[in-house]
């Protein structure tokens, strides 16, 4: 795990964008965590941890299940709002897995302040 910046200085606008979708999620559906996930297009694929007896997924890696159900080739970004310092590694490893491991993975807490951005890889 590479870590490139703690502070979330030098968010732009469409990282920030994810950031909100994911918080978005967390508060709107009461769970642990929100992801937004940044395919080649451009398009959004926005989820919430899943908690079910038969299922569990983080946030994040639903997002990216909905990015590949949904035709995605590749991934430009992903963000997490989660309570976690950082990304799980099987979080970063479904990131690496549709958009390689350079891709930056976001780690925001519930107030939406980036703690933490760190690569797929």
Do not use: F
Not at 68 to 76: I, R
């Amino acid at each position: 795990m590479t870590q490139s910046s703690v502070d979330g200085a030098g968010i732009g606008p469409e990282d920030r964008k994810i950031i909100t979708l994911a918080r978005s999620a967390r508060a709107r559906n009461g769970v642990a965590e929100g992801a937004a996930v940044r395919d080649e297009t451009g398009r959004t694929y926005v989820a919430g941890s899943v908690e079910l007896d038969s299922l569990k997924l983080s946030a994040l890696r639903t997002a990216v299940a909905m990015a590949v159900a949904s035709g995605a080739t590749s991934l430009e970004a992903a963000a997490v709002v989660t309570e976690a310092a950082s990304a799980s590694d099987e979080d970063r490893a479904a990131v690496r897995d549709l958009g390689g491991p350079a891709t930056p993975v976001l780690v925001a807490g519930a107030d939406g302040v980036v703690r933490a951005t760190v690569t797929a890889g």
